[in-house]
């Protein structure tokens, strides 16, 4: 049973589309996770405090969230290539803005900048992995696209930690002070940069079959649509009120070092990554439905306790849950979505699960900066506990119990 559950991870068994997008995921996920590590602590020593993270974040989220249904439509009629290298193109601009201005109108502006190149990446993986992997590979070509996220922020991860204290040695100045990181993020927006090399070979869209053009005039399966955008709707909301806020929380709250800090996220992903690899199987083996909610549920109670006690151990085992989660049950839902539409639906599915996903966590991480600054990170961390279990509760209302695959 457990030897099924891994295959399918041969990459040689992928056409050369899905190769150099693996070889995208990359750069663009390096360029990303050290952002992500990094930036908000940068803001800290700007002189900013966690509500104005949480614009910047929500305005990211937001952006996304605004260009995703017009891109789902036009990468369905016009292919998923131009989007792809406008999401690098727009990352590297963001980037390289975020790192040279401190104003905060323009810090904004080049978050906004950088959220639609986000929205373009979220929306075209899943239905660019589904078109270029033959069906029974679906749900494995996006766990190897999910692992090679998780490899990649892993690598960052805990270097990334390292690189203000190396800035630091190099420059003479101290970690206390901005420039360091800025030093350090400037790495980030290179390997934005690179990202659009491996596109450039890429075919722009694979042919149209019959099926596909015959599936075209079904009708248009408006329930499920909406509910994946509500699911992940619930889920954003989850995401905004607590993961931009876990590095800070670390650092102010249980005075954790920036290398600790990289460590921490460094071995979450260690351990969430196998359980991103056997997804997949373990869907086939119980159901979409039997590992969806249970486990989502166990997540919500994880991030909802987190803030309760200022304890570095119990903090680190219950984000560790948190992640394990995570893994097991997002590829799980991508796949289910996927494979419950027809082809001509693909995009416009993802754009409505990344507009919800990311319009909710935009207003979740300007809900989240100023719940912080009043209350402390407890009421943010119980809001996003809530919110993951909303989006467990609405799969299980609506799809009610889903049977297992048969083993192949």
């Known amino acids: 049973m457990f030897k099924n559950w891994f ?33 908000n602590l940068y803001l800290i020593r700007l002189g900013y405090q966690e509500d104005f993270i949480g614009q910047m974040i929500g305005l990211f989220s937001l952006s996304s969230g605004l260009v995703a249904i017009p891109t789902g439509y036009l990468s369905d009629r016009f292919g998923r290539k131009p989007f792809l290298i406008g999401a690098s193109l727009s990352l590297t601009v963001s980037h390289l803005g975020l790192c040279f201005v401190t104003d905060p109108i323009m810090l904004l502006v080049f978050s906004f900048v950088g959220g639609a ?21 679906r749900g494995q070509a996006i766990a ?4 090679i996220g998780v490899i990649t922020r892993m690598v960052v991860n805990l270097i990334g930690g390292t690189l203000p204290g190396l800035m630091s040695y190099f420059t003479g100045t101290s970690t206390d002070l901005p420039e360091p990181f800025q030093y350090a993020l400037l790495f980030g927006a290179a390997c934005s940069l690179i990202s659009i090399f491996p596109l450039l070979g890429m075919q722009s869209q694979p042919p149209e079959s019959k099926a596909d053009s015959d599936e075209e005039n079904a009708p248009v399966p408006y329930k499920n649509l909406a509910t994946f955008g509500a699911i992940s709707a619930f889920r954003g909301l989850a995401m905004g009120l607590s993961f931009p806020f876990f590095n800070v929380f ?20 260690v351990v969430g990554l196998p359980f991103t690899v056997s997804a997949p199987g373990m869907a086939r083996r119980f159901g979409p ?12 109670v994880a991030l909802g306790m987190m803030g309760l006690w200022l304890d570095f151990p119990l903090a680190v085992a219950f984000f560790m849950i948190s992640t394990v989660v995570e893994s097991l049950t997002t590829p799980t839902e991508m796949t289910f979505a996927t494979n419950s539409l027809s082809r001509p639906y693909w995009g416009r599915m993802q754009s409505l699960r ?20 009043e209350h402390g990170y407890w009421a943010a961390f119980a809001l996003a506990g809530l919110a993951r279990l909303g989006s467990a509760l609405v799969f299980l209302i609506v799809f009610g119990y889903e049977k297992a695959q048969p083993e192949s």
């Open 7 to 39: 295959a399918g991870f041969d990459l040689r068994e992928y056409n050369p589309n899905v190769q150099r997008f693996y070889l995208f995921a990359i750069p663009i996920f390096s360029g990303m996770a050290l952002f992500m590590l990094l930036y």
């Open 117 to 137: 190149g986000g929205g373009f990446i979220f929306v075209s993986f899943i239905p660019f992995l589904a078109e270029n992997a033959a069906p029974e590979r």
């Open 144 to 147: 190897i696209w999910m692992s």
């Open 250 to 269: 670390f650092q102010e709250e249980l005075n954790t070092a920036t290398a600790v800090i990289g460590t921490v996220f460094f071995a979450s992903m």
């Open 289 to 300: 439905t039997l590992t969806i909610v249970p486990l989502r549920t166990l997540g919500a």
């Open 354 to 373: 990344v507009t919800g996903f990311q319009c909710l966590s935009a207003i979740g991480s300007i809900w989240a900066g100023l719940l912080i600054v």
